[in-house]
Nanobody
Framework: VQLQASGGGLVQAGGSLRLSCAASGRTFSRYAMGWFRQAPGKERDFVIAISWTSGRTSYADSVKGRFTISRDRAKNAVYLQMNSLKPEDTAVYYC???????????????WGQGTQVTVSS
């Protein structure tokens, strides 16, 4: 699976952004799709995930109530809607695919190139 993330940018605190992740290559109906983020000098952390088949979702506590993940199976795409953004949300955001349901970084074996999200105060 090849993944292409897009939609990052600069936004003021309280604003919104929508990230997209387009998938190509082998079919991935059995995969879970997730978003991770990495701030400068920090480890890459789990943000949110969705089951490609069931639509089951999981959220990091830090984004609950603000971020939403969705999928479009016809377009082979996953979206991350980010609302009420905070400066601490600033990071490079990566979409990733896993062959099983997981929120663990090591379970994801396909990664997009990352897209920068910067939230100014």
């Amino acid at each position: 699976v090849q993944l292409q993330a897009s939609g990052g940018g600069l936004v003021q605190a309280g604003g919104s952004l929508r990230l997209s992740c387009a998938a190509s290559g082998r079919t991935f109906s059995r995969y879970a799709m997730g978003w991770f983020r990495q701030a400068p000098g920090k480890e890459r952390d789990f943000v949110i995930a969705i089951s490609w088949t069931s639509g089951r979702t999981s959220y990091a506590d830090s984004v609950k109530g603000r971020f939403t993940i969705s999928r479009d199976r016809a377009k082979n795409a996953v979206y991350l809607q980010m609302n009420s953004l905070k400066p601490e949300d600033t990071a490079v955001y990566y979409c990733a695919a896993s062959s099983a349901w997981s929120t663990l970084l090591e379970e994801y074996d396909s990664w997009g190139q990352g897209t920068q999200v910067t939230v100014s105060s």
